[in-house]
Protein backbone atom coordinates (compact mmCIF):
# COMPACT_ATOMS: atom_id res chain seq x y z
CA UNK A 1 0.00 0.00 0.00
CA UNK A 2 0.93 3.20 -0.79
CA UNK A 3 4.14 2.18 -3.34
CA UNK A 4 3.95 5.21 -4.81
CA UNK A 5 4.25 7.89 -2.31
CA UNK A 6 7.38 6.71 -0.71
CA UNK A 7 9.82 8.96 -2.70
CA UNK A 8 7.98 11.92 -2.26
CA UNK A 9 7.63 11.38 1.90
CA UNK A 10 10.70 13.22 3.70
CA UNK A 11 9.54 11.57 6.83
CA UNK A 12 12.28 9.65 7.54
CA UNK A 13 15.77 8.62 8.84
CA UNK A 14 18.71 6.49 7.17
CA UNK A 15 20.88 4.37 9.00
CA UNK A 16 23.58 2.02 7.55
CA UNK A 17 23.43 -1.74 7.98
CA UNK A 18 25.23 -3.68 10.45
CA UNK A 19 24.38 -6.71 10.16
CA UNK A 20 21.41 -9.05 8.66
CA UNK A 21 20.74 -12.93 10.19
CA UNK A 22 17.16 -14.50 8.63
CA UNK A 23 13.95 -14.60 11.01
CA UNK A 24 12.10 -17.67 10.17
CA UNK A 25 8.71 -17.16 8.98
CA UNK A 26 9.05 -13.52 8.49
CA UNK A 27 12.23 -11.65 6.63
CA UNK A 28 15.17 -10.77 8.29
CA UNK A 29 16.68 -9.06 11.51
CA UNK A 30 18.75 -6.03 10.88
CA UNK A 31 21.26 -4.42 13.57
CA UNK A 32 21.82 -1.03 12.72
CA UNK A 33 24.79 1.66 12.98
CA UNK A 34 23.44 3.00 15.87
CA UNK A 35 22.74 -0.11 17.55
CA UNK A 36 19.30 -0.23 17.26
CA UNK A 37 17.73 -3.66 15.36
CA UNK A 38 14.32 -3.82 13.54
CA UNK A 39 12.79 -6.90 11.76
CA UNK A 40 12.72 -6.28 8.14
CA UNK A 41 9.64 -8.53 6.32
CA UNK A 42 10.10 -10.63 2.86
CA UNK A 43 6.35 -10.07 1.76
CA UNK A 44 6.85 -7.29 -0.59
CA UNK A 45 10.86 -7.77 -1.66
CA UNK A 46 12.31 -10.95 -1.20
CA UNK A 47 15.85 -9.81 -1.91
CA UNK A 48 18.04 -10.16 0.92
CA UNK A 49 19.70 -7.24 2.32
CA UNK A 50 22.90 -6.58 2.77
CA UNK A 51 25.66 -5.52 5.43
CA UNK A 52 26.78 -1.77 4.26
CA UNK A 53 23.66 -0.86 2.58
CA UNK A 54 21.45 2.07 3.74
CA UNK A 55 18.11 1.15 5.55
CA UNK A 56 15.59 4.21 4.87
CA UNK A 57 12.87 3.65 7.88
CA UNK A 58 9.88 6.22 7.29
CA UNK A 59 8.00 7.82 10.77
CA UNK A 60 8.52 10.22 13.07
CA UNK A 61 11.68 8.68 14.37
CA UNK A 62 12.41 7.29 17.97
CA UNK A 63 9.81 5.46 19.99
CA UNK A 64 7.05 6.30 17.11
CA UNK A 65 6.11 3.22 14.73
CA UNK A 66 7.94 2.88 11.92
CA UNK A 67 5.67 2.88 9.02
CA UNK A 68 7.86 2.09 6.12
CA UNK A 69 11.34 0.16 5.11
CA UNK A 70 13.00 1.02 1.99
CA UNK A 71 16.60 0.04 1.51
CA UNK A 72 18.26 0.84 -1.89
CA UNK A 73 14.79 1.74 -3.27
CA UNK A 74 13.52 -1.88 -2.58
CA UNK A 75 10.64 -1.69 -1.16
CA UNK A 76 10.00 -3.98 2.13
CA UNK A 77 7.13 -2.45 3.46
CA UNK A 78 5.42 1.30 2.98
CA UNK A 79 2.63 2.84 4.48
CA UNK A 80 1.82 6.61 3.85
CA UNK A 81 1.17 8.60 7.38
CA UNK A 82 -2.53 8.54 6.65
CA UNK A 83 -2.35 4.78 5.78
CA UNK A 84 -0.37 4.20 9.29
CA UNK A 85 -2.98 6.03 11.10
CA UNK A 86 -5.85 4.20 9.94
CA UNK A 87 -4.19 0.60 10.47
CA UNK A 88 -3.61 2.08 14.14
CA UNK A 89 -7.19 3.09 14.62
CA UNK A 90 -8.49 -0.40 13.23
CA UNK A 91 -5.57 -2.05 15.50
CA UNK A 92 -7.19 -0.22 18.40
CA UNK A 93 -10.64 -1.17 17.74
CA UNK A 94 -9.38 -5.09 17.67
CA UNK A 95 -7.78 -4.69 20.61
CA UNK A 96 -10.91 -3.18 22.62
CA UNK A 97 -13.29 -5.93 21.39
CA UNK A 98 -10.49 -8.26 22.49
CA UNK A 99 -10.78 -6.63 26.00
CA UNK A 100 -14.45 -6.30 26.11
CA UNK A 101 -14.66 -9.82 25.79
CA UNK A 102 -12.48 -10.88 28.33
CA UNK A 103 -14.41 -8.87 31.25
CA UNK A 104 -17.32 -10.35 29.30
CA UNK A 105 -16.45 -14.13 30.26
CA UNK A 106 -14.83 -12.80 33.55
CA UNK A 107 -17.22 -10.22 35.24
CA UNK A 108 -18.37 -12.84 37.57
CA UNK A 109 -15.56 -13.50 38.59
CA UNK A 110 -13.65 -10.38 39.21
CA UNK A 111 -17.18 -9.17 40.73
CA UNK A 112 -16.59 -12.18 43.50
CA UNK A 113 -12.89 -11.06 43.77
CA UNK A 114 -13.64 -7.07 44.15
CA UNK A 115 -15.66 -8.12 47.19
CA UNK A 116 -13.19 -10.21 49.03
CA UNK A 117 -10.91 -7.23 49.06
CA UNK A 118 -10.51 -5.07 52.12
CA UNK A 119 -13.12 -2.48 52.25
CA UNK A 120 -10.05 0.54 50.98
CA UNK A 121 -8.98 -1.67 48.10
CA UNK A 122 -13.08 -1.78 47.11
CA UNK A 123 -13.44 1.72 47.64
CA UNK A 124 -10.37 2.19 45.74
CA UNK A 125 -11.93 0.41 42.76
CA UNK A 126 -15.00 1.34 42.58
CA UNK A 127 -13.95 4.95 42.25
CA UNK A 128 -11.80 3.85 38.97
CA UNK A 129 -15.26 2.00 37.90
CA UNK A 130 -17.92 5.06 38.78
CA UNK A 131 -14.65 7.63 36.75
CA UNK A 132 -14.41 6.02 33.89
CA UNK A 133 -16.85 4.21 31.96
CA UNK A 134 -14.11 2.23 29.83
CA UNK A 135 -12.12 1.33 33.17
CA UNK A 136 -13.12 -1.80 33.61
CA UNK A 137 -12.70 -3.08 30.26
CA UNK A 138 -9.35 -1.39 29.90
CA UNK A 139 -7.60 -1.53 33.19
CA UNK A 140 -9.67 -3.44 36.09
CA UNK A 141 -7.33 -6.67 35.46
CA UNK A 142 -4.36 -4.84 36.01
CA UNK A 143 -5.68 -3.12 39.10
CA UNK A 144 -7.10 -6.07 40.88
CA UNK A 145 -3.97 -8.11 40.29
CA UNK A 146 -1.94 -5.52 42.22
CA UNK A 147 -4.79 -4.55 44.78
CA UNK A 148 -5.05 -8.65 45.36
CA UNK A 149 -1.42 -8.82 46.05
CA UNK A 150 -1.39 -5.70 47.94
CA UNK A 151 -3.82 -6.75 50.51
CA UNK A 152 -2.56 -10.21 50.82
CA UNK A 153 0.99 -8.91 51.56
CA UNK A 154 -0.19 -6.36 54.05
CA UNK A 155 -2.35 -8.99 55.99
CA UNK A 156 0.77 -11.24 55.96
CA UNK A 157 3.56 -8.67 57.51
CA UNK A 158 0.13 -6.85 59.78
CA UNK A 159 2.88 -3.74 60.90
CA UNK A 160 4.65 -0.64 58.83
CA UNK A 161 8.23 -1.85 60.02
CA UNK A 162 7.51 -5.30 58.86
CA UNK A 163 6.48 -3.42 55.25
CA UNK A 164 9.24 -1.20 55.31
CA UNK A 165 11.79 -4.24 56.59
CA UNK A 166 10.46 -6.03 53.65
CA UNK A 167 10.92 -2.54 50.64
CA UNK A 168 14.36 -2.78 51.95
CA UNK A 169 15.19 -6.57 51.54
CA UNK A 170 16.50 -8.31 48.74
CA UNK A 171 14.32 -10.31 46.22
CA UNK A 172 15.65 -13.95 47.98
CA UNK A 173 14.63 -12.65 50.95
CA UNK A 174 11.25 -11.25 49.53
CA UNK A 175 10.62 -14.51 48.58
CA UNK A 176 11.00 -16.24 51.72
CA UNK A 177 9.61 -13.37 53.81
CA UNK A 178 6.34 -13.31 51.54
CA UNK A 179 6.46 -16.82 49.60
CA UNK A 180 2.40 -16.69 49.01
CA UNK A 181 2.76 -13.93 46.52
CA UNK A 182 2.57 -14.47 42.82
CA UNK A 183 6.39 -13.02 41.92
CA UNK A 184 6.27 -14.27 38.88
CA UNK A 185 3.19 -12.98 37.04
CA UNK A 186 4.55 -9.55 38.78
CA UNK A 187 5.95 -6.31 36.18
CA UNK A 188 8.58 -4.09 37.77
CA UNK A 189 5.33 -1.73 37.66
CA UNK A 190 3.25 -3.85 39.21
CA UNK A 191 5.29 -4.83 41.89
CA UNK A 192 6.23 -1.68 42.99
CA UNK A 193 2.72 -0.38 42.60
CA UNK A 194 1.58 -3.58 45.38
CA UNK A 195 4.47 -2.51 47.57
CA UNK A 196 3.38 1.12 48.05
CA UNK A 197 -0.18 0.25 48.50
CA UNK A 198 0.61 -2.50 51.28
CA UNK A 199 2.41 -0.28 52.89
CA UNK A 200 -0.03 2.52 53.18
CA UNK A 201 -2.73 0.05 53.97
CA UNK A 202 -1.06 -0.54 57.07
CA UNK A 203 -0.15 2.93 57.87
CA UNK A 204 -2.88 4.81 56.66
CA UNK A 205 -5.83 2.64 54.89
CA UNK A 206 -8.40 5.41 54.23
CA UNK A 207 -5.53 7.19 51.64
CA UNK A 208 -5.70 3.53 49.81
CA UNK A 209 -8.64 4.95 47.39
CA UNK A 210 -6.62 8.19 47.51
CA UNK A 211 -3.24 6.81 46.04
CA UNK A 212 -1.99 6.86 42.28
CA UNK A 213 -3.49 3.42 40.04
CA UNK A 214 -1.28 1.27 39.36
CA UNK A 215 -0.94 2.11 35.17
CA UNK A 216 -0.73 5.81 35.96
CA UNK A 217 2.75 5.42 35.27
CA UNK A 218 1.84 4.47 31.78
CA UNK A 219 -0.98 5.63 30.49
CA UNK A 220 -1.57 9.42 32.69
CA UNK A 221 -3.98 9.81 36.06
CA UNK A 222 -6.81 11.39 33.46
CA UNK A 223 -6.86 8.37 31.09
CA UNK A 224 -6.88 6.14 34.23
CA UNK A 225 -9.46 7.91 36.39
CA UNK A 226 -6.99 8.52 39.18
CA UNK A 227 -8.07 10.59 42.22
CA UNK A 228 -5.63 12.79 41.24
CA UNK A 229 -7.51 13.48 38.53
CA UNK A 230 -11.05 13.64 39.94
CA UNK A 231 -9.97 16.54 42.06
CA UNK A 232 -11.76 19.74 41.37
CA UNK A 233 -9.12 22.81 40.74
CA UNK A 234 -8.59 24.82 43.35
CA UNK A 235 -10.59 28.48 42.51
CA UNK A 236 -8.02 30.60 41.00
CA UNK A 237 -7.19 33.60 43.76
CA UNK A 238 -8.70 37.19 43.08
CA UNK A 239 -7.01 39.98 41.05
CA UNK A 240 -5.13 41.96 43.59
CA UNK A 241 -6.75 45.03 44.59
CA UNK A 242 -4.95 48.37 43.47
CA UNK A 243 -4.77 50.84 45.96
CA UNK A 244 -6.06 53.86 45.55
CA UNK A 245 -3.19 56.86 45.27
CA UNK A 246 -2.38 59.30 47.83
Known amino acids: MGEANWERDAEFIEY ?3 SVEPNEGYGWTLSLEDGGGIGCPDSECKQAPVPGETARLYGKGFG ?30 DEEAKRQAKLDTELA ?54 MRAFAAASYDEQKRQ ?21 RRALESPELVPKMHGALCPLVGCKE ?6 RIPPLPSPPPAREEPET
Open 109 to 162: DRDARRAKLPAPFRERIEGFIAARPDWRRDHEGYELFVCEEAAELAQHLQTPEA
Open 16 to 18: RIE
Open 178 to 198: APQLKYSEHSGNTFGAMGALA
Open 64 to 93: YQVRGIVINARVYRYLTEEQEAARHAQWCR
Open 224 to 229: YGCFAA
